[in-house]
């Protein structure tokens, strides 16, 4: 990889070139941010199939979470090792348009919208390295210039659990308590030297609120010939609304109030044992694409809860990183010392409602030695169906209903 002195030039050169030209919208920091988002909703679906079919029942994940990490721990790899994770991260070959996207990305997740009473969105960053233990000040500063990644020892050798401890508080703050114990007891060891985390949280209220009194329970078919009885809300209101015959499905966009190109989209499939097919052909959906029109729509849509905690391990393996997680891994940018991946883990929480959306997710990598009006429209998600949580073309959420009963 690159050393900084250059890359921060050339990023410099590239944001020169785009201030220059900032009403182009070819401009070079938001065509690097293209890249990535590009990138990591590939890396998404890419990600949400694996962790889809290891999983019955429900599924929240937030791919840009750790898809981030993994782009930061890509700029201090090397050999196989950088290969592996530039292919199944789909990034761009080229350094430099990872860091300036990157950046470009971090900073519009972070700035973009203040924090007020209709929405919330927290995006940190951070990295804790065993006191004494020396990363390179390169890849140190890649972090924090690139990735808003701060660094803070903590001593894992004497004391694991004070460690755990300061790592799960942190992640607490930034996520309002909702993902508790992102490292269960016994993780991270006393062997630990370095770990990544991410934290994501967002509480957002509807445009168009539901009104709870019209909340009744329904039914909601789990297969044809199963059913359960859940709270469902209802709306008559001015919806994006696409019907999508190619995907054998219809899709809804909830905005925010204030949101700033956030929304929630779901993807209902047309049939009540849809999903599966729905979701092998998850590629070809592209919801930056997705030729929407203003109806009216009659919406039931069930209350639902999900929390999930998935071990990365396995699916990034899956999608072919396996150089990361052997003690043959090249991570020679990070440190002179040896290290390797232990350990990638991802919590996550979602809660839709009446008032709107509240939504949680933190990863972390132990490295051990995102005219004429047209008739009204009906959206009865009454069987499973997918979600999206999207935030200016970025997947910050996706994940599906099977069972709104089941958290």
Do not use: C
Not at 44 to 52: F, T
Not at 352 to 375: K, L
């Amino acid at each position: 990889m690159a050393n900084l002195a250059a890359l921060l030039a050339a990023v410099a050169a590239l944001v020169s070139v785009a201030a220059g030209q900032a009403a182009a919208p070819d401009s070079s920091t938001e065509a690097a941010r293209s890249r990535m988002v590009g990138a990591i909703n590939s890396f998404s679906v890419d990600l949400y199939k694996k962790a889809g079919s290891a999983t019955e029942g429900n599924v929240v994940l937030s791919p840009l979470s750790a898809g981030l990490l993994l782009a930061l721990t890509w700029m201090g790899a090397g050999g196989l090792t950088a290969r592996e994770l530039g292919r199944a991260l789909h990034l761009p070959q080229d350094e430099r348009v990872v860091a300036l996207g990157s950046k470009a990305l971090v900073s519009s997740l972070q700035t973009s919208l203040k924090p007020s009473q209709e929405v919330i969105l927290r995006f940190a960053n951070k990295l804790y390295v065993q006191s004494g233990f020396r990363l390179k000040e390169d890849f140190r500063l890649k972090a924090s210039s690139f990735f808003a990644a701060d660094a803070e020892q903590l001593d894992f050798a004497r004391d694991a659990d004070g460690a755990r401890s300061a790592i799960n508080r942190w992640v607490e703050q930034y996520t309002a308590d909702k993902i508790k114990d992102l490292f269960p007891r016994g993780s991270p060891s006393s062997s630990s030297l370095l770990i990544l985390v991410n934290a994501v949280y967002l509480k957002a209220i509807w445009l168009h609120t539901f009104d709870v009194k019209q909340t009744e329970m329904k039914e909601f078919h789990l297969s044809p010939k199963s059913t359960v009885k859940v709270p469902t809300m209802r709306k008559y209101h001015d919806f994006l609304f696409a019907n999508m015959a190619d995907l054998k499905a219809t899709a809804l966009q909830l905005p925010v109030e204030d949101g700033r190109g956030l929304k929630m989209v779901i993807v209902l499939p047309n049939s009540v044992d849809g999903l599966s097919q729905l979701e092998a052909n998850l590629h070809l959906l592209d919801v930056n694409a997705i030729a929407w029109e203003k109806r009216s729509v009659n919406i039931s849509l069930p209350r639902f809860l999900i929390e999930a905690t998935h071990n990365l391990n396995v699916q990034l393996q899956q999608l072919g990183v396996n150089d990361l997680f052997t003690r043959n891994a090249n991570l020679s940018g990070i440190a002179n010392e040896g290290l390797f991946v232990s350990k990638a883990v991802q919590k996550t929480f979602i809660d839709v409602n009446e008032n709107g959306i509240e939504a949680a997710a933190a990863t972390g990598i132990d490295f051990v030695y995102f005219s004429i009006p047209p008739p009204r429209a009906e959206f009865h998600a009454d069987h499973p169906f997918l979600f999206f949580i999207v935030k200016e073309e970025v997947l910050l959420f996706l994940g599906r209903v099977t069972n709104p009963q089941q958290k």
